[in-house]
Each structure stands twice: as structure tokens, then as C-alpha cells.
Nanobody, 123 residues
Framework: QVQLVESGGGLVQAGGSLRLSCAAS????????MGWFRQAPGKDREFVAV????????TYADSVKGRFTISRDNAKNTVYLFMNSLKPEDTAVYFC????????????????WGQGTQVTVSS
């Protein structure tokens, strides 16, 4: 089991960039597929991106494809989400998620969740 702590959220103008980080505790981080979900006010939680244990495979939601990049550094127990060309509709609380050996775009498949970090994009 790992504990996940997100950081890097904030307020940015449309067209700007942010980098989210998720630091994981524990010694088995490299066994975890990691992902990002987000939830905007009044909306359901939605998938953003996922990365495999080795980092060799990634999947993105259509809404962020080409603008966001997920990566991981297993030596640092950290997963990142690089967000470029941000839009007001990207405003949400972003959650880091993880699970052992499961590569999924479904929220219900992840048993480890961070507390979330707010991203606000102004127009």
C-alpha cells in the first residue's frame, strides 16, 4: 500500500501550463500503475491519464490528448502530469491514483487515492 500526496496545483491563465506531482510513500511504487483523475464542481469524476508500472504505456482521455503528458520516476517514487495549453474547462480538483498491476481508465479499479490538488484556469 502506498500513500499519495499531490502538489503543483494553482491558478493559471488559459493557454498556460502547470506541472502536477504525486509523491508516493512505500517501497513498492514500481509495482503500481498510476493515473490521474479530475472532478469539476457539479460533475462526475473523470479519467485523465494513466501510466504503466514501467512507464512504457500511457493512455489519455480524448479531452487532454496532445496537451497533457503523464510520466513517472520510479527512483523518486513520483508521477507527474504536465499540462499545457490549459483551458477553463480543465478547472477541477486533480487526484493521483494507483493500484498494483492494474492498468485501467476506470476510477473503481484504483484503491489508492491522493487528497487532490486544485487547478483553476481563468479565461
Amino acid at each position: 500500500q502506498v500513500q499519495l500526496v499531490e502538489s503543483g496545483g494553482g491558478l493559471v491563465q488559459a493557454g498556460g501550463s502547470l506541472r502536477l506531482s504525486c509523491a508516493a510513500s512505500g517501497r513498492t511504487f514500481s509495482n503500481y500503475a498510476m493515473g490521474w483523475f479530475r472532478q469539476a464542481p457539479g460533475k462526475d469524476r473523470e479519467f485523465v491519464a494513466v501510466i504503466s508500472t514501467s512507464g512504457g504505456s500511457t493512455t489519455y482521455a480524448d479531452s487532454v490528448k496532445g496537451r497533457f503528458t503523464i510520466s513517472r520516476d520510479n527512483a523518486k517514487n513520483t508521477v507527474y502530469l504536465f499540462m499545457n495549453s490549459l483551458k477553463p474547462e480543465d478547472t477541477a480538483v486533480y487526484f493521483c491514483v494507483g493500484n498494483t498491476w492494474i492498468y485501467s481508465t476506470r476510477a473503481r479499479d484504483y484503491n489508492q487515492w491522493g487528497q487532490g490538488t486544485q487547478v483553476t484556469v481563468s479565461s
